[in-house]
């Protein structure tokens, strides 16, 4: 975003929430509706199932499924999929991570309406040895929808180079099918599709800024790894297909929408993280965003010349510890972290030639790296349209849940 722009937005917002006492979050209505659209013209006709731990506010997330291009929700627990099924917000909720949780599962069992909306996510017979220990639990218990999560991490040279996230056991099709046929075995359980999240691509920024030679590196994995998945998850895909329909097969991530839309195995895409555009997806080439989500600090100090302290910010994300984990100023521009004390517990010293223009009481603009954790440091979200707060409405804190 040039400086102009940035400017126009520092004093759109500092106008719209001079009622407003920081910290506080806003979302810019309009950067998020963009950001919608160029996620669905990305993905280029195939479906988009938000990803509601990138959005974490009910409000937001039906608007979003209210736009063409999304369907359905990829839920990030399942009691969190249940009290989305239970307000209305979708009747097509797909739990991306497996649950240990009996009660939830024995919810999900003995509610016909939560049974019909829910899938749930398994990659062992562990799991579906729970699911039917809590359906058990229950009279005259529902079927229980499931999908089989498919590892989509990079490996080469033996398993010595492995790049993505360490998540489901279940690697090649004969994997697949062997815990397929075990879950058809069971007639408590329905498997209705499958699920392969290539994060190394997806999650994994290819043009990290002052790094041209790690770039470089992760692009030739990215390459690699992007040909090795869809080949693989074609091959899984129809090996399911030769026992049962599935329903849906989910792949990809804000930052892999082009490529994941491509492979004609994948039939829907779960995104969420470019409705917010956190600082993390300012690190890719092929696609850029307008940061949606801010949140605003009190300048409180003024310790000398170049510097200024707000009060509050230390909410840094999850990942591995490191820079780019923690928020980083936006406006005014020309700010920046102190590196020995970073964005602290109760106050972040922010240095720069612009902190000579701060007064106690005016705002700083942070962004967040990542996109929905934002949501667990407040309990709403002022939303606003051109220079005015047009509604202020509860994140899922703001609800009381935290299931996280």
């Known amino acids: 975003m040039t400086d102009g722009r940035r400017a126009g937005g520092l004093s759109r917002y500092d106008t719209a929430t001079a009622h407003l006492d920081p910290p506080f979050a806003i979302v810019d209505l309009a950067a998020f509706r963009a950001n919608a659209a160029a996620m669905v013209n990305r993905a280029g006709g195939t479906p988009i199932r938000l990803a509601s731990k990138s959005v974490r506010c009910r409000h937001l997330i039906e608007q979003a499924l209210r736009l063409d291009g999304f369907r359905g929700i990829l839920a990030y627990t399942l009691p969190e999929a249940l009290w989305l099924a239970a307000a ?5 909720i797909v739990v991306a991570y497996p649950t240990a949780s009996l009660p939830a599962l024995a919810s999900l069992a003995g509610d016909a309406q939560a049974a019909t909306a829910i899938t749930v996510m398994v990659d062992c017979t562990d799991h579906l040895d729970m699911i039917e220990k809590a359906a058990a639990s229950v009279p005259d218990p529902h079927q229980v929808r499931v999908a089989i999560d498919i590892d989509a991490g990079y490996r080469a040279l033996g398993g010595w180079i492995r790049a993505g996230a360490r998540r489901s056991p279940v690697r090649t099709p004969a994997e697949a099918v062997e815990l397929a046929k075990a879950i058809m075995s069971r007639p408590r359980l329905r498997l209705v599709g499958l699920m392969a999240y290539e994060a190394q691509i997806a999650g994994v920024g290819d043009d990290p800024p002052g790094r041209p030679a790690y770039a470089r590196v992760i692009r ?3 390459r690699r790894s992007g040909a090795e998945l869809a080949a693989r998850r074609a091959a899984v895909v129809a090996a399911i297909r030769g026992l049962t329909p599935l329903e849906f097969v989910n792949g990809g991530g804000t930052g892999s929408l082009e490529r994941t839309a491509a492979e004609s195995a994948v039939t829907e895409i779960g995104a969420g993280s470019g409705l ?7 690190a890719y080439r092929g696609f850029s965003g307008h940061p949606a989500a801010l949140f605003a600090l009190p300048v409180v ?5 170049g510097v200024v302290t707000a009060l509050g910010g230390g ?4 990942g591995p510890g490191s820079p780019s984990r923690v928020p980083a100023p936006y406006l005014p ?6 590196r020995d004390e970073g964005a602290g517990e109760v106050q972040t010293p922010l240095l720069g030639a612009a902190a000579d223009g701060l007064k106690i009481g005016d705002r700083v603009w942070m962004r967040h790296a990542k996109a929905g954790e934002l949501c667990e440091r407040f309990s709403e979200l002022h939303l606003i349209v051109d220079d005015a707060v047009v509604a202020t409405v509860p994140t899922y804190r703001g609800e009381g849940q935290t299931f996280l």
């Open 276 to 282: 917010y555009h956190p600082t993390l997806f300012d």
């Open 301 to 305: 100090r003024r310790p000398g010349p």
């Open 88 to 92: 209305g917000t979708s009747d097509d």
């Open 333 to 338: 521009s020309g700010l920046r972290l102190d």
């Open 220 to 222: 030739f994995m990215q």
């Open 315 to 318: 909410y840094p994300a999850s």
